[in-house]
């Protein structure tokens, strides 16, 4: 099994603030990447999938990079409804979400 | 609209049966996987597996074969999560997920959730 570590597990920032958020694979995932915000009471939300491309209706304030077993998503300047759980997912070998990144508001 | 709709919040006892629902609307439901995912009470999210509703194949995580079965019906586009015999263990927000957008296979589209509590 792939396992998805992501980091650092709490981000405290400001509005305003840029937030980059890790995940590292135990193994190659190629690009086989994605990354979802949860909000309470929410279902996930598909930010970014393959590694960089946004999803549909995504701010482009919201970008994602890396490959092979190291991967970030970087939010440019955060803003009020961006604070919430983030987790990574790979689907490189079967389908895995890491362990989730809290962006909370300092 | 392209939705996934899943049934209401169930409490049930330990040992009990349960079937939970996910019924799509605005999409072709056999050319895309339903993916059932878990989030227990202050937890991450858990990939469970996933069911093709054109052959009602399904594939289960590790931790969750043999605990759940998935299945669907294609006559009235409705994916179906089942235990035989709730444990406590089992008490979680359960949502269904699936590939309908336009983000090359990835779960763009997501139930609303089913919190299921277990307890006696």
């Known amino acids: 099994e792939v396992v998805l570590t992501q980091s650092p597990a709490t981000l405290s920032l400001s509005p305003g603030d840029r937030a980059t958020l890790t995940c590292r694979a135990s193994q190659s995932v190629s690009n086989y990447l994605a990354w979802y915000q949860l909000k309470p009471g929410q279902a996930p939300r598909l930010l970014i999938y393959n590694a960089s491309n946004r999803a549909t209706g995504i701010p482009a304030r919201f970008s994602g990079s890396g490959s092979g077993t190291d991967f970030s998503l970087t939010i440019s300047s955060l803003e009020p409804e961006d604070f919430a759980m983030y987790y990574c997912q790979q689907r490189g070998n079967w389908w895995t979400f890491g362990q989730g990144t809290k962006v909370e508001i300092k | 609209e392209v939705q996934l709709v899943q049934s209401g919040a169930e409490v049930r006892k330990p040992g009990e049966s349960l079937k939970i629902s996910c019924k799509a609307f605005?999409?072709?439901?056999?050319?895309?996987?339903i993916a059932w995912v878990r989030q227990m009470p202050g937890k991450g999210l858990e990939w469970m597996g996933i069911?093709?509703?054109?052959?009602?194949?399904?594939r289960y995580s590790p931790s969750f074969q043999g605990q759940v079965t998935f299945s669907a019906d294609k006559s009235i586009t409705t994916a179906y999560l089942q235990w035989i015999s709730l444990k406590a263990s089992d008490t979680a927000m359960y949502f269904c997920?699936?590939?309908?957008?336009?983000?090359?296979?990835?779960?763009?589209?997501w139930g609303q959730g089913t919190l299921i509590t277990v307890s006696s």
């Open positions: 997920a699936s590939p309908a957008g336009y983000s090359d296979g990835w779960p763009d589209l």
């Open positions: 605005g999409f072709t439901f056999t050319n895309y996987y």
């Open positions: 069911i093709y509703p054109g052959d009602s194949s399904a």
